[in-house]
């Protein structure tokens, strides 16, 4: 069970670091000019890390981070 719960607590603080990088990134964009915003939308995506990566192997989902 102890496994399980530090799992939960990795996932509950990625969730929060994302939550406070969306909150940055969201008034980064707001001070873009039309041009810079579609370059933004293009880019900013990829900074944000994967915390699920898809297997192959009956549609099972695993951490793309060790813990």
């Not at 990134?25 to 039309?34: C, T």
């Not at 293009?42 to 994967?50: D, F, G, I, N, Y």
Request: proline share 3%; hydrophobic share 30%; no cysteine.
């Amino acid at each position: 069970m102890q496994q399980i719960a530090d799992k939960f607590d990795t996932v509950r603080k990625h969730l929060m670091a994302m939550e406070e990088t969306q909150e940055t990134e969201s008034k980064f964009y707001g001070a873009l000019d039309k041009n810079l915003k579609a370059n933004a939308e293009q880019r900013l995506p990829a900074t944000e890390p994967m915390l699920y990566s898809r297997r192959g192997d009956a549609g099972a989902y695993s951490s793309s981070y060790e813990t």
